[in-house]
C-alpha cells in the first residue's frame, strides 16, 4: 500500500516559504502597483509578487518529492512528477493582491488539496492570513483550526446584530447590487475587506456572521481551502437556491455562494436576496 501524505505540515511549509519569498519583495512591489505581468489563467491581471508566491508553492511541493497537478489562479493547470493525477493542488497563492499592492494588510494564501480536481473532494485546506501570522486549517471530518485551536461559527441569527461581507466588486453593480437591497436594509454592519478566501474564514471563526458573493466572478482558486475550512467549523456555504456547491476545481470555474454561521441566519440571507431568473 502506498505510504499517505501528511499534506498539513506540508501545506505550513509553502506557508512559510511564500512568507519568506514575498517579503523582500513587499517595498519593491507598492512602488511597482501598476506593473503588470500580463493576465494570469484565472482572467485578472498577474504582478510579480503572485509568481514568486506561486513559485514557492511549487518548490515547496516539488522538494518533498510529490507529484501532483497545480490549479492555480496565476499558471493554470500544470503538472509535476511521475503520478501527477493522483493529488491536485489548488491554490491562489495571493488572495487580496491589491490590498497588499496598496499597503492594506489584509491577504492571504489559500491551498487546496484534493484527490479529484472536485470542490467537494477537497480533504486539507489551508488558508494563511500573510500579516497576522494567523493561519486557518483544516483537514475533511476533523474540524478547522485557528492556529491549531478549533473554531466554530457565530450563533447568530438576527440580521439586526449581524455583521455581513458582502462583495460588490463588480463593473455589473446596476444587475447585482438590486438583488441584495432587501438584505442590506435589513443587516447592522456591512464589511468587504478585500481577500474572499480570508473573508470566508471569518464567518468560519465567528469574527463576522456571513459573506455574500453574487457577481459570478469569484473563481474556484480563491474558494476551494475556505469551502472546507468553513463546512468543518461547522458553518454553511450554498448556491442563491441553497444547494450545495460542487463545482469543478478549475482556474476559469466561477461561482457564486452564500455562506452563513447557522441555518436560521442562512434562511434569512437568502429569503431576502432578489433573484433574477437568468
Ligand atoms: C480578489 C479578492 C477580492 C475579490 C476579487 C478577487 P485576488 O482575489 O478575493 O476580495 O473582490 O474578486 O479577485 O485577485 O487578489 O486573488
Ligand atoms: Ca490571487
Not at 508566491?53 to 518533498?64: C, F, R
Not at 471530518?141 to 485551536?149: E, I, L, P, T, W
Not at 470566508?200 to 457577481?215: E, M, N, S, W
Amino acid at each position: 500500500m502506498k505510504n499517505e501524505i501528511d499534506w498539513l505540515p506540508i501545506l505550513i511549509r509553502c506557508r512559510e516559504n511564500v512568507k519568506k519569498r514575498i517579503t523582500p519583495l513587499l517595498e519593491n512591489e507598492r512602488k511597482q502597483q501598476l506593473l503588470n505581468l500580463g493576465i494570469g489563467a484565472g482572467g485578472d491581471p498577474i504582478k510579480q509578487i503572485d509568481i514568486e508566491a506561486e513559485k514557492a508553492i511549487v518548490e515547496t511541493l516539488v522538494g518533498q518529492d510529490i507529484s501532483f497537478t497545480l490549479i492555480s489562479e496565476e499558471s493554470g493547470i500544470r503538472e509535476y512528477g511521475e503520478n501527477s493525477g493522483e493529488n491536485y493542488v489548488t491554490a491562489d497563492p495571493i488572495d487580496g493582491t491589491t490590498n497588499l499592492t496598496r499597503g492594506i494588510p489584509f491577504y492571504a494564501t489559500s491551498i487546496a488539496v484534493s484527490k479529484k480536481p472536485k470542490l467537494d473532494a477537497v480533504h486539507t485546506a489551508l488558508v494563511a492570513d500573510l500579516i497576522h501570522d494567523t493561519t486557518y486549517t483544516a483537514e475533511k471530518r476533523k474540524g478547522a483550526y485557528r492556529n491549531n485551536q478549533k473554531i466554530s461559527p457565530s450563533k447568530q441569527t438576527t440580521l439586526e446584530e449581524a455583521i455581513v461581507g458582502i462583495d460588490l466588486n463588480t463593473y455589473k453593480a446596476r444587475e447585482i447590487a438590486p438583488q441584495l437591497t432587501s438584505l442590506i436594509e435589513k443587516t447592522k454592519h456591512i464589511r468587504h475587506l478585500g481577500a474572499n478566501a480570508l473573508e470566508l474564514c471569518y464567518v468560519a471563526d465567528g469574527k463576522t456572521d456571513a459573506f455574500i458573493d453574487i457577481r459570478g466572478k469569484l473563481r474556484t482558486t480563491d474558494t476551494a481551502a475556505a469551502f472546507l475550512i468553513i463546512n468543518e467549523a461547522g458553518a454553511l456555504i450554498t448556491t442563491l437556491d441553497g444547494k450545495r456547491l460542487n463545482t469543478k476545481l478549475h482556474p476559469k470555474e466561477k461561482l457564486t455562494f452564500i455562506a452563513s454561521a447557522n441555518q436560521k441566519i442562512h434562511e434569512k440571507i437568502l429569503s431576502l436576496i432578489k433573484r433574477v431568473e437568468a
